[in-house]
């Protein structure tokens, strides 16, 4: 597959996935911006917003399980990269810098969530 067609464009608003949808694959943000919430009702909470190089969705391709959150893109013309699962273990296996970025942003992730968690039982 050609690199061309593993990449996306969206608009404001455009949602790139939802939460709880399946998918095996993680986005890398090529250019513009990517808002992570999560969405009830009419109800929307900003977890983080995403820029160029940065990527999302790796829980999934990593575990296959359903999407934790939605994926809005939050800038005109947001363009990301999808990389599939195949593609993800080839680039964990051949390059081991990637493997340690992406465990290098997991645990930042869970350390955020970590520390929201416990100030909400804190409350």
């Known amino acids: 597959m050609t ?19 399946t998918g095996r ?3 890398v943000v090529l250019s513009g ?7 009830s009702g009419t109800s929307k909470t900003s977890i983080v917003k995403l820029g160029k190089g940065e990527f999302f969705g790796e829980m999934a391709v990593i575990d296959g ?24 273990v080839y680039l964990v296996s051949q390059q081991p810098a990637f493997a340690l970025m992406v465990m290098d942003a997991l645990s930042k992730r869970l ?5 929201v968690s416990y100030r909400a039982a804190q409350s």
């Open 3 to 21: 690199i061309e067609k593993c990449i996306n464009e969206f608009g404001v608003d455009d949602i790139i996935f939802e939460e709880g949808s």
């Open 25 to 27: 694959e993680l986005f």
């Open 33 to 39: 911006e990517v808002e992570i919430a999560k969405i």
């Open 65 to 88: 399980s359903a999407r934790s959150a939605t994926a809005i893109a939050a800038a005109p013309n947001t363009k990301v990269m999808r990389v599939n699962h195949a593609r993800f």
């Open 111 to 115: 350390r955020a969530a970590n520390a």
